[in-house]
């Protein structure tokens, strides 16, 4: 069983960034593609970003792609999304999520509790 930690998350004005990770425990993770969803309230938890086990390819949703990367470090057994030029609609609980692939919640079997992004206007 893995265990995912969220952190980085807070409070931030439009056009700043922040760097959320995401720590594992119980196993490595380089076992495993790995990816952040989001959900903001009243919504449904949505895709955001995607990385496969060795980094070779990643995936971004339209709505972050250029804004956002995701990036991970096996050595530290970490998983980082770098999110820059921030806006309002980022606003949402920031999940971090594993052993799975592709854009939908249900393709992941690991998840973290979440850490909140809230971007002011």
């Known amino acids: 069983q893995v265990q995912l930690v969220e952190s980085g998350g807070g409070l931030v004005q439009a056009g700043g960034s922040l760097r959320l990770s995401c720590a594992a425990s119980?196993?490595?993770?380089?076992?495993?593609?790995m990816a952040w969803f989001r959900q903001a309230p009243g919504k449904e938890r949505e895709f955001v970003a995607s990385i496969t086990w060795n980094s070779g390819s990643t995936r971004y949703a339209d709505s972050v792609k250029g804004r956002f990367t995701i990036s991970r470090d096996n050595a530290k057994n970490t998983v980082y999304l770098q999110m820059n030029s921030l806006k309002a609609e980022d606003t949402a609980v920031y999940y971090c999520?594993?052993?799975?692939?592709?854009?939908?919640?249900?393709?992941?079997?690991?998840w973290g509790q979440g850490t909140q992004v809230t971007v002011s206007s």
């Open positions: 119980g196993r490595t993770l380089s076992d495993y593609n």
């Open positions: 999520a594993g052993r799975g692939w592709g854009t939908e919640v249900n393709g992941y079997g690991y």
